[in-house]
């Protein structure tokens, strides 16, 4: 049944996948996400559910056995942080490439290299733009709350097996350290179907399933990137989310994905109240990115800033979507810096409004 707790954010992210009847989940430690895999450790769900919980000996090794549970129709889960996810992308791209689906949970810190423990948002590029090699997409979803990391996770099985792709969940170090209070979703059953593209041993008078992503022939591997450009056409057509508030009647724009997007909104009530009128768009899923959403109000606006914990990575894609309609900026903080809301005004007035 439904059940409110108040959780720190990784530790409801580990029920969740727990409750939406995940088969496996291949981790290794790594702050400031390491409460997932000890809350899965601690909690002990193949009792529960069924559910193998395993520490493998590097990030390399955990998104191989994610590759091959997944290989074989299961619901496979990992999680990293930065520096982990990156040594996952050689394994990500072959996944996306043998089109199968599967969940990344990357709770992100400040880089580059080892950086700091802090929280960040410098892994949207890597996310977005498929850190491996090749030309591939995953789905990104980017929870704001504790309540949205559970219900992400949920959403993120259910869109991995629709398009049979990677979904990422960003997180970062403030999301999965915080508390919150949260609604947990009922149990969700363990799959038990079998599916045509799974490879679950040869049975009689069928043929035999291969997973791969090797093509050796040019004009093979062509049709195998046409099909999955199809495919993230589709993704980009159905499965754009995002929330906006206050844009009507907005002269100026914020947005800001994640956590960034909280402290975001305290900034715009902030310009409401001294007389600005600004409103404020959140991408839910940083791909598909909301193109027609900024596009269909870069008409109306004296600019935009987009707000974001990196040197500017987000800013790229919203002046993509606005193409040249309106002015933007970024203003933000890296290195594990967190903006204050009075800077975020302060960028406001000083880059859009007097710029």
């Known amino acids: 049944m439904k059940e409110l707790r108040l959780m720190k954010g990784n ?178 059953p363990r799959l038990t179907e079998e599916f045509e593209w799974a490879t679950v041993g040869k049975k009689p008078n069928k043929d035999s399933v291969i997973v791969t992503s090797l093509q050796l022939q040019s004009e093979e591997q062509e049709k195998v990137n046409l099909r999955l450009q199809a495919k993230y056409r589709e993704i980009e057509k159905n499965e754009v989310l995002y929330e906006s508030y206050k844009c009507e009647d907005a002269e100026y724009l914020f947005t800001a994905f994640g956590s960034c997007a909280r402290i975001t909104r305290k900034a715009m009530e902030m310009a409401r109240e001294k007389g600005i009128k600004v409103g404020l768009l959140r991408p839910q899923t940083l791909y598909p990115f909301p193109v027609d959403a900024y596009r269909n109000l870069a008409g109306q606006l004296k600019g935009i800033l987009t707000v974001e914990m990196n040197a500017g990575q987000m800013v790229e894609d919203v002046r993509l979507a606005v193409n040249g309609q309106t002015k933007v900026e970024h203003f933000g903080r890296f290195g594990g810096m967190i903006p204050s809301p009075e800077e975020i005004l302060n960028a406001l007035e000083q880059k859009i409004i007097g710029g």
């Open 11 to 188: 530790e409801a992210l580990a029920e969740a996948a727990i409750r939406a009847g995940a088969d496996a989940y291949f981790g290794y430690p790594i702050t400031p996400q390491s409460e997932i895999i000890e809350y899965l450790m601690a909690e002990n769900p193949e009792e529960r559910t069924g559910m193998v919980v395993l520490q493998a000996e590097s990030e390399v090794a955990a998104i191989n056995m994610v590759y091959g549970a997944a290989g074989c129709g299961k619901r496979a889960i990992t999680s990293s942080s930065s520096p982990g996810i990156s040594l996952k992308q050689e394994g990500l791209s072959y996944i996306a490439g043998a089109e199968l689906p599967c969940v990344v949970v990357n709770v992100v810190r400040a880089g580059p290299g080892l950086g700091t423990i802090q929280p960040s948002q410098s892994d949207y590029f890597q996310a977005v733009k498929g850190g491996g090699h090749g030309d591939y997409k995953m789905i990104v979803l980017a929870p704001a709350t504790v309540q949205e990391s559970v219900d992400y996770v949920k959403l993120a099985f259910e869109l991995a097996f629709k398009y049979r792709n990677p979904i990422m969940i960003l997180s970062d170090g403030i999301i999965g350290q915080m508390m919150e209070k949260v609604e947990l979703f009922e149990q969700q």
